[in-house]
């Protein structure tokens, strides 16, 4: 950008150069015609009218070139009262500018209308649409993980996380959520699966641990007792734990009723028992207040940030992928409906309008401060770079119309 602000003030320069010099060549002409003319009036009668026209053309010439110079610097370096206006007034001018802009630019009604008509839902849309586009957002966006996961401590984030979790849980019912959780499940069923998952659990742990209970027996058994006794003893054990669980299986056994009943308990419990809400509220802050907990979050954090920067700086980014994917779908959904577009349009321009109001006073108060720290000689050519060009005609037609009143003049001198 500073580049092209460069070829442009350049570009300008240039063209104030022409004008400055077809000015002032404007003005020799005149001197020189005037000079001619005076020489040899009295000889060609007729002269005397050019004569007239160069003199009064020389006078607004130079009226007019001090009138331009004064405004950016003293003419000639003399230090006239008056002069090198810019220079001696820029804090009042960057002042007057800064207000310029708040008052009669940034305005709700000047932005609002000016904005209406712009269909920045449209305008997005089809851009995300493009797939190079929407890629390139994705990628910029998954781009800036890395820097802002670098930012985190992973230790600060477990606290964080421990934290938040407490205080999140510290005033709230816990026990009455987790009854209507339990109860939810219920009528769905879904205690009684677990209760047929955990009597095939221990049966399994019954097979799977035959010898282990075989040798505890022998172990706890008195020396005198033999150890086929202790043999009989452990095959009646497991035969009648065994005929225990199977009396569980049965959809109508006493044990489902029990387990029914005591379902039901707990689901009632929770949900109003002041000594339950105790019991789980003390469970729960007791686990999230554990240094376990804390060391258990921070693993948990940095194995995510890990997948998320190898995923984040990986040519073939899922992240980016699937970001992309979205943005693409968000954009063909905007496309489609109309009644979305004009929404997102009323928002956007309720934002930008309001965003700008408020801060008209911050943006005027930029202006202002960045022209009162440019010295005077800078803010001087800044303007004359970019006004320059047109005062120079100020010149040229000073020139002209100077010569117009001089010839005018002369000849009401002759008709008198």
């Known amino acids: 950008m500073g580049n092209t602000e460069s070829i442009h003030e350049s570009e300008q320069l240039f063209q104030l150069a022409k004008t400055r010099r077809l000015a002032t060549g404007l003005l020799i002409v005149m001197a020189l015609v005037f000079v001619v003319a005076k020489l040899l009036e ?3 009668f007729p002269l005397s009218f050019l004569r007239a026209f160069a003199e009064a053309a020389m006078v607004g010439a130079l009226a007019d070139w001090f009138a331009v110079t004064a405004l950016f610097k003293h003419p000639l370096g003399v230090p006239i009262p008056h002069t090198a206006i810019i220079q001696k007034n820029k804090d009042r001018i960057g002042a007057s500018i800064a207000y310029f802009l708040e008052n009669n630019f940034m305005t709700r009604a000047v932005i609002s209308e000016e904005l209406r008509d712009v269909d920045f839902a449209a305008v997005a849309s ?3 649409r493009e797939a190079n586009n929407s890629r390139d957002l994705a990628r910029q966006i998954v781009n800036a993980i890395p820097a802002l996961l670098h930012m985190m401590e992973d230790e600060d984030v477990g606290n964080f996380l421990q ?9 709230m019912a816990l026990a009455p959520i987790l009854g209507e959780v339990v109860a939810v499940l219920a009528a769905g069923g879904q205690h009684r699966v677990m209760f047929d998952h955990l009597i095939e659990f221990m049966g399994r742990m019954l097979e799977n641990n035959r010898n282990y209970i075989r040798q505890k027996i022998h172990d706890v058994s008195p020396k005198w ?4 006794i202790d043999d009989r003893f452990f095959e009646r054990l497991l035969t009648e734990l065994q005929n225990i669980l199977d009396e569980m299986r049965d959809p109508d056994s006493e044990w489902r009723e029990r387990f029914e009943e005591a379902t039901q308990r707990l689901i009632e419990n929770l949900k109003t028992s002041p000594e339950y809400e105790e019991k789980v509220a003390g469970t729960i802050h007791g686990t999230l207040g554990n240094p376990l907990f804390k060391d258990y979050t921070t693993r948990v954090w940095q194995e995510v940030k890990a997948r998320l920067l190898e995923d984040a700086t990986s040519e073939d980014s899922r992240a980016v992928a699937r970001l992309d994917q979205a943005i693409r779908a968000f954009a063909e959904a905007l496309v489609q409906d109309e009644a979305v577009r ?7 321009i309720e934002f930008a ?4 109001v408020e801060r008209r006073s911050v943006i005027a108060g930029l202006v202002k401060n960045v022209i009162w720290k440019w010295d005077a000689e800078t803010i001087s050519r800044k303007v004359e770079i970019h006004v320059g060009k047109d005062l120079q005609y100020i010149r040229i037609n000073g020139t002209l119309v100077g010569g117009m009143v001089g010839l005018g003049i002369h000849l009401i001198s002759l008709a008198l």
Request: charged letters at 20%.
């Open 225 to 228: 007792v033999p150890k086929t």
């Open 126 to 128: 089809h851009w995300l």
């Open 42 to 44: 009295h000889r060609y």
């Open 163 to 171: 934290q938040r979790a407490s205080s999140a849980l510290r005033n």
């Open 353 to 356: 309008t309001e965003t700008i």
């Open 342 to 348: 004009i929404k997102l349009n009323q928002w956007l």
